[in-house]
Nanobody, 124 residues
Framework: VQLQASGGGLVQAGGALRLSCAAP????????MGWFRQAPGKEREFVATIRWSIGSTYYADSVKGRFTITRDNAKNTVYLQMNSLKPEDTAVYFCAAGVPILSSLAKVSGYRYWGQGTLVTVSS
């Protein structure tokens, strides 16, 4: 599965962006899709995920209520709508696909396939 993330950019604090992750040609609907991010000098961290089987979603506490993950299986695309952005949201955002068990939904190790990342910069 090849993943192509897009939609990053520069935005002021309080603004919004929508990230997209396309998986052309893959069996997209069989995978749980996640978003992670990595700020300079920091470890890659979990942001949000949506399970393939029942569409349930999970979020990191730091983005809960501001970010929304959705998927369109017909378009083989997962989205991350980011509202009320803060400077601390600045990072490279990666989409990922896999079949993680419940305890690994928020772990990097739970995902097998990764996109190239898209940079989000939030200015204060």
């Amino acid at each position: 599965v090849q993943l192509q993330a897009s939609g990053g950019g520069l935005v002021q604090a309080g603004g919004a962006l929508r990230l997209s992750c396309a998986a052309p040609g893959g069996t997209f609907s069989s995978y749980t899709m996640g978003w992670f991010r990595q700020a300079p000098g920091k470890e890659r961290e979990f942001v949000a995920t949506i399970r393939w089987s029942i569409g349930s979603t999970y979020y990191a506490d730091s983005v809960k209520g501001r970010f929304t993950i959705t998927r369109d299986n017909a378009k083989n695309t997962v989205y991350l709508q980011m509202n009320s952005l803060k400077p601390e949201d600045t990072a490279v955002y990666f989409c990922a696909a896999g079949v993680p068990i419940l305890s690994s939904l928020a772990k990097v190790s739970g995902y097998r396939y990764w996109g190239q990342g898209t940079l989000v910069t939030v200015s204060s």
